[in-house]
């Protein structure tokens, strides 16, 4: 009965460094999707997946963001090189069957310095 | 996507009824209306949703206008805990685009 889960919740990285940021959707759910959002905005809407297939990326803001979920299950955000702009909380989203209601993370807040 | 338009920000009394509107004057035929919330430091979390008909939960009820240009989420009593952020999405496919919302503030 857990939810989706986030790791790290939180995390700082030093400007230039690589990080991983993890989803664990809900068991069984097909759908998964990655936001990101700024302080004080609302969610903006990155990738997403259904089963291993990534089927939208259009919202990644550069080739320096990569997505995974090579098993269909657990996926992971990659960021490399990260820059100051990239500060903020990744959400992770998960559904059971497409258009179902999503069930978010708590998110895990990211701080370049 | 629909356009959404939605108050900025909201004050409701403890214990009493909210309407929270939203006009989304562009949606399709296909789309539904979904809302979601978000509370201080968690992330979004699913209300409701609807096409044609009103539609209620536990959580709320949903009155959907006859031409689909606009409904309104109805929060039946106010608690402190309803203080958050709420998002109404008109979308027809799996992705679902957050606009800005409306900040809803509820005073003891």
């Known amino acids: 009965g857990a939810g989706v889960s986030q790791s790290p919740r939180y995390k700082v990285a030093k400007r230039g460094q690589d990080v991983a940021l993890r989803c664990d959707p809900i068991?069984?759910?097909?759908?998964l999707f990655w936001y990101q959002q700024a302080l004080g905005q609302g969610p903006e809407f990155l990738t997403y997946f259904q089963n291993e297939a990534q089927l939208d990326k259009s919202g990644l803001p550069s080739d320096r963001f990569f997505a995974e979920r090579p098993e269909g299950s657990v996926s992971t955000l990659k960021i490399q090189r990260t820059q100051q702009e990239d500060s903020a909380v990744y959400l992770c989203?998960?559904?059971?069957?497409?258009?179902?209601?999503?069930?978010f993370g708590p998110g895990t807040r990211l701080t370049v310095l | 996507d629909a356009k959404t338009t939605q108050p900025n920000s909201m004050e409701s009394n403890e214990e009493e009824p909210v309407h929270l509107p939203c006009n989304h004057s562009t949606i399709s035929g296909t789309d539904y209306i979904h809302w979601y919330r978000q509370l201080p430091s968690q992330g979004p979390e699913y209300v409701i949703h609807g096409l044609t008909s009103n539609v209620n939960n536990r959580m709320a009820s949903l009155a959907i206008a006859e031409d689909r240009k606009s409904s309104t989420l109805i929060l039946h009593r106010a608690t402190l805990r309803d203080a958050a952020v709420y998002y109404c999405?008109?979308?027809?496919?799996?992705?679902?685009?957050f606009g800005k919302g409306t900040r809803l503030h509820i005073l003891p």
């Open positions: 068991s069984g759910h097909v759908s």
């Open positions: 989203a998960s559904s059971l069957l497409p258009l179902d209601p999503k069930f």
């Open positions: 999405i008109p979308n027809r496919d799996d992705k679902i685009i």
